[in-house]
């Protein structure tokens, strides 16, 4: 059974919110009338329905009164991103009204604003302009790292990582097509699920969802504390997974990083140190060679001795100059050799010089048969570890 995944999975979000009431979920406030037509109005770009909620002396702050409707009417139409749901984080009373801090899921990210409403339930002011230009991956983060390493698996095309969450070890799927986090509500954690009201006009007969407050989440991309996140069943990844996962690591969690993925090698072989050089072992042409991997190398080199062995296999050849070891121009044989395996790898014809380097291996101390430049590194990722004594290629 194949899953599509990335924006596929947050679609998830609001395919399944209709049925998705999590079992631990607390009651929650009922969102006031005047905020849920805000919120419509926004999602519709249309003023007129926003302001059916808005009290005759409604402010934005900075903005003179005779300008705020002027200022609504310019901004509704080109609302964005999308509100998809909300809830009443707390209520404190104002005199005869109230102010409402609202949790709001975007359909890129969530964020916190607050609502001022009149006695008569009536809008009078919100923050909520500011609180969409709040980011949400950084804004947490309070050990975020300019760069992180990770390891990761693959099981049924999802990509798998370690991290911890308010101190639980498990799995999370990476996925770039979740805005925020998403937390699997069949592992519960030891916070209580919150209800999250719809915003109207979202789709179909969708009712509720949850968000779930987070202590703390670690991973290589750093340290988030004190945050909320959506949660729901995620039991239909895992019954395709031979792993419980936890959640889903988003775009907020990725965006501070230029995000890298390097599959698992398709070749790794262990080198022996001529010197500074790493010499391992490789099939050029119907030949096995020691090769040393020179990054510095804008060309292949064979050693001249062997160039008799290739007459076969050469194609192409031809007469070059290259600098000697005394550094004067010494004239070479050239010639393409069509086939060169690395393991089970293969890589496409290359082009070798033949030439005496019995300076390189009377100077390394060590025996091997030439040198792999530019045309060998260019073809794949290559990595070089030099202290487990292993090239592997990707």
Known sequence: MKIITRSFMFALLLLFCSTLIAQSAEPVDAVPEAIQAWIEGWNSKTMSTAEKGLASDFTIKDVPQEYVRMVLQRVFPQASPQILACRVKNIKKLGKGANYAITLVMDTRMTECDFELNSEGKITS????????QGE?????????????QNFTTDNGLILLEAELDGEKGLFILDSGAPVMVLNTRHSGKNQAQGLTMARGIGGNVKSISTRKVEKFAWSGGVYRDFEAIAMDLGHLEQVLSSQVLGLISQAEMEPFE????????????FEPAAHLPVFKIKIGKQNLKMALDTGA???LIDL?????????L???????????DNNPASVSTGKIPTCKFGKLEYAEMLYAFSD???????TGSEFDGLLGYPFLVQYPVSINYRKKTISVY
């Open 126 to 133: 919100t923050d909520f302009f500011p609180g969409l230009m």
């Open 137 to 149: 991956g950084s804004k947490r983060n309070t050990a975020l790292r300019t760069s992180a390493e």
């Open 259 to 270: 995000t890298y993925l390097i599959p698992k090698a398709r070749h790794s072989s262990s």
């Open 298 to 300: 804008q060309s292949n």
């Open 305 to 313: 001795s062997l160039q008799k062995k290739f007459s076969k296999e």
């Open 315 to 325: 194609t192409d050849t031809s007469t070059d100059t290259i600098l000697g070891a």
């Open 357 to 363: 380097i019995s300076h390189l291996t009377s100077l």
